[in-house]
Nanobody, 121 residues
Framework: QVQLVESGGGLVQAGGSVQLSCEIS????????IGWYRQAPGMQRELVAA???????IYTDSVKGRFTISRDNAKNTVYLQMAYVKPEDTAVYYC???????????????WGQGTQVTVSS
């Protein structure tokens, strides 16, 4: 059984910072990468950032230079540090277990429950 549990999020002012955490338990499935997705109302879910088991990272263009994904393998936890947030970052953020290969991330059907981030202007 695999579980991904997000925490963090909430209401933050534009220009501020917030950190999301994703704790992963991998009992029967092993992931070579973990991704953070987000979904705003009426929008498709999009990949925000991903990190390989070895620490290689990728970001969508809109968050480069503002968001940082990291992981603590000893704690089986992946973090998304969000800085200089903008109202357009408002969304439900989901942690995903997937495959990281050749500099690309492919999500699999393993999701956390999601955590809301709301950025006020």
């Amino acid at each position: 059984q695999v579980q991904l549990v997000e925490s963090g999020g909430g209401l933050v002012q534009a220009g501020g910072s917030v950190q999301l955490s994703c704790e992963i338990s991998e009992r029967t499935v092993s992931f070579s990468g973990i991704g953070w997705y987000r979904q705003a109302p009426g929008m498709q879910r999009e990949l925000v950032a991903a990190i390989s088991r070895g620490g290689v990272t990728i970001y969508t263009d809109s968050v480069k230079g503002r968001f940082t994904i990291s992981r603590d393998n000893a704690k089986n936890t992946v973090y998304l540090q969000m800085a200089y947030v903008k109202p357009e970052d408002t969304a439900v953020y989901y942690c995903n277990g997937g495959s990281f290969w050749g500099g690309r991330y492919v999500g699999r059907d393993y999701w956390g429950q999601g955590t809301q981030v709301t950025v006020s202007s």
